[in-house]
């Protein structure tokens, strides 16, 4: 269902589990939506940790098939999640930071209320992203598949030594890499883990995937960014106690000569901003670039 379709909205709320304090904001929201005759689902774990009868309860598939859009109150893990699930439904997402950095949950608390009510009246700007999708492939057969915002990350375990990997784009080789790991970021991950391993940021349009290497055995082994139409086959050739990850949050544990397949996902997913929003202004102000008063750090 597309954004703001109707008049009627129907609005789902997802809420981080187990955050301490989160009953008051959880209320006005209610409130806030019900006053302005939205109706409002709950996801269903987020039912199953706050009380709150009397509010339909629905699974992430039940949700993609009745709502015009959700706010996700959390982090950007908790966004994460959610966002994997309704992406095959078109459902636009709305985030509220409850967590620390949060990249995808730009809405502060204290804004919440007036920048929901400029959205929810059709006053938003609309962020489309891209996702990736991966599946682990043993003896030519599908063992796990997954889908990921973030990030596909192929690392060793904490006591095991290097990993070898071979990749492949395209059906060409690329390199060989000896490594604790390999990140195969989507343009909005490049913000995450493959920013911290030193890869470089990209712009949410950009139409690119960036594999970023952990650890590299040889300091050539740099980062690369590759068309998002791209077919990325990386193959298992030596190591132990390897595994696979989607966003951190689904894993499998692989062997020797396993391939991943890597693709850019026929889903996206939208966030929903307040009117005006820009990524380098959540750049400069979640990695402090604006941190130093204007007289400090200026060349006399």
């Known amino acids: 269902m597309s954004a703001m379709s109707a008049t009627h909205k129907t609005i789902a709320l997802v809420v981080r589990q187990h955050t301490v304090g989160i009953e008051e904001s959880v209320h006005s929201i209610l409130d806030f939506l019900h006053a302005g005759g939205h109706d409002v689902v709950?996801?269903?774990?987020?039912?199953?940790?706050?009380?709150?009868p009397g509010i339909p309860v629905m699974t992430a598939d039940q949700i993609g098939a009745v709502a015009d859009a959700a706010v996700v109150m959390g982090g950007d893990g908790t966004m994460l999640g959610i966002a994997r699930q309704l992406a095959p439904y078109d459902v636009p997402l709305i985030g509220i930071n409850q967590g620390r950095?949060?990249?995808?949950?730009?809405?502060?608390?204290?804004?919440?209320?007036?920048?929901?009510?400029?959205?929810?009246?059709?006053?938003?700007?609309?962020?489309?992203?891209?996702?990736?999708?991966?599946?682990?492939?043993?003896?030519?057969?599908?063992?796990?598949?997954?889908?990921?915002?973030?990030?596909?990350?192929?690392?060793?375990?904490?006591?095991?030594?290097?990993?070898e990997l071979k990749v492949d784009v395209d059906g060409h080789f690329m390199y060989n890499q000896r490594s604790d790991g390999l990140i195969i970021s989507t343009a909005t991950g490049s913000t995450a883990y493959a920013l911290s391993a030193g890869g470089p940021l990209m712009h949410p349009s950009l139409g690119g995937i960036v594999l970023v290497p952990i650890a590299p055995h040889a300091l050539s082994n740099r980062p690369i960014v590759v068309p998002d139409s791209s077919r990325i086959v990386i193959e298992i050739m030596r190591g132990r106690d390897i595994s696979v990850n989607f966003?951190?949050?689904?894993?499998?544990?692989?062997?020797?000569?396993?391939?991943?397949?890597?693709?850019?996902?026929?889903h996206t997913i939208t966030f929903l901003h307040p009117e005006g929003w820009s990524y380098y202004d959540t750049l400069r102000a979640k990695l402090h670039w604006n941190e130093y008063p204007s007289d400090e750090g200026k060349l006399h």
Do not use: Y
């Open 42 to 52: 709950l996801e269903a774990q987020t039912a199953a940790h706050l009380e709150l």
């Open 101 to 163: 950095l949060g990249f995808m949950t730009d809405i502060t608390l204290e804004r919440m209320l007036p920048v929901l009510a400029e959205i929810l009246g059709g006053k938003f700007e609309a962020d489309r992203r891209t996702l990736l999708q991966g599946s682990v492939l043993r003896n030519g057969a599908a063992i796990h598949l997954g889908m990921a915002v973030n990030d596909v990350v192929v690392a060793r375990g904490a006591g095991a030594g290097m990993a």
């Open 247 to 266: 966003d951190m949050q689904t894993f499998a544990s692989l062997m020797q000569h396993d391939r991943i397949v890597i693709e850019r996902s026929p």
